[in-house]
């Protein structure tokens, strides 16, 4: 029986909110996890669900690859109607690959706090929320595994500073044909941001970003924007940034760089989710230093985590997918006590991480077999880490994938 963790009060998290969203950079606050924290992770957590349940992936609807609702009835449609939010805007963006059609998608949403729970909450909450990868180019994006240098201020491009060019490249490309407007991702997230920073300029405030997947590396991704072009640096706005089953998203000097200019991230990871240890599986923070004195040449060059980790620890074997589940993230943070989630099997298959493998050909499906043999040896000469999720994720690397060329770059970048 699940044990849910008990309620806390609005009246409390008013008195420390900055706390909360990581002013101390959650210090004492995870280990063991404070109720309030716990909260407020699960609601962000609910918040990105809703951009999973309110993502049309119907392919007779007018709305197909876009929100179900209109901006006004969304939280409703989606069970939210009681959050306190109205939602702003829809966020679209497209991935730079010439795979299939890569025309904008819905990506996530904007919404901000009443004023009736902005007085609960303290302030005035911004969230903007992200959903993972569904999309075939999105999943090619995903793997596109070279780090290449932000450069998201002119003034100041600081050539070290890289990121992975797939969530660079769905983050700022734009499509001048899109019937939302020719606006990249980042372009409608800043115009958005800077308008809302303005609006409630006399208020205290703060930004939420909050997302799954490759949507949690979206949302690093736009706090370090806000952060290194200053946008929330006069009003005092703390940035934070929840993240569920997040990848890596930079090299050592990104990460560097977010620390100096105060990126809060918090990171939920299930330590059998094979997603939070890709890109840079084998190279990594885990082995820029030898015997912690010396980094070795490509230190650079390895991919490593943003941010203070919040562990849980979940796995089914009958259900391998639920590893990476955002569903089975909210109901383990909910049921402290039960590591033993039901997962709702709707909201499973909306994300790539469900496997249908009777719909894969032999010949693809030998394809799936040696690559989770390959990924299989290296990891475990590398690391100490549990293999058997990586067969769910090879098999949907390949569901995903459009043709057997497509296969065969995966494979070859993520190798």
């Not at 620390?259 to 989710?273: A, S």
């Amino acid at each position: 029986m699940c044990q849910p963790s008990k309620p806390v009060t609005n009246s409390k998290l008013a008195d420390i909110w900055r706390e909360i969203q990581g002013s101390n950079n959650w210090e004492d606050l995870v280990d063991p996890l404070h109720p309030l924290l716990r909260s407020e992770i699960i609601r962000y957590g609910e918040f990105v669900s809703a951009s999973y349940k309110a993502f049309d992936l119907d392919p007779n609807s007018k709305r197909y690859l876009n929100c179900k609702y209109g901006k006004r009835n969304m939280m409703r449609e989606v069970g939210l109607e009681k959050s306190g939010y109205e939602v702003t805007k829809y966020i679209y963006a497209t991935p730079d690959i010439n795979i299939g059609d890569t025309c904008s998608r819905w990506i996530g949403y904007v919404a901000v706090s009443t004023d009736e729970a902005s007085r609960k909450l303290g302030r005035r909450d911004v969230v903007i929320t992200f959903r993972g990868t569904v999309t075939n180019p999105e999943w090619v994006a995903n793997f596109m595994s070279s780090l290449t240098p932000a450069r998201l201020d002119p003034h100041h491009p600081r050539p070290d500073v890289k990121v992975e060019s797939g969530f660079l490249s769905l983050y700022t490309s734009d499509e001048s044909s899109s019937k939302f407007g020719p606006d990249s991702c980042r372009e409608q997230l800043l115009s958005e941001i800077s308008r809302l920073i303005n609006k409630y300029k006399d208020e205290d405030m703060s930004i939420t970003l909050a997302g799954h997947s490759m949507g949690s590396s979206l949302a690093v991704l736009l706090a370090y924007d806000i952060a290194e072009l200053g946008l929330a640096k006069n009003d005092n706005i703390p940035v934070a940034v929840f993240s569920f089953g997040g990848p890596r998203v930079g090299n050592s000097e990104f990460k560097k760089r977010c620390e100096e200019l105060g990126v809060r991230v918090l990171r939920i990871v299930n330590v059998n989710d094979p997603i939070t240890k890709m890109p840079g599986v084998l190279f990594n923070e885990n082995f820029r230093v030898l015997g912690g004195k010396y980094e070795f040449p490509w230190s650079c060059s390895c991919y490593t985590h943003v941010g203070v980790e919040l562990v849980l620890d979940f796995f089914n074997m009958q259900n391998l997918s639920c590893v990476h589940d955002l569903e089975t993230y909210i109901g383990l943070l909910k049921c402290p006590n039960n590591n033993s989630v039901d997962v709702d099997q709707n909201y499973s298959k909306r994300d790539s991480t469900t496997t249908n493998f009777d719909n894969i050909n032999n010949h693809v499906m030998i394809m799936g077999g040696e690559f989770f043999d390959r990924a299989k040896d290296l990891i475990l000469s590398a690391q100490d880490f549990n293999m058997l999720p990586w067969l769910c994720v090879a098999g949907n690397m390949i569901k995903a994938s459009a043709n057997e060329s497509v296969v065969v770059m995966i494979c070859r970048k993520i190798l």
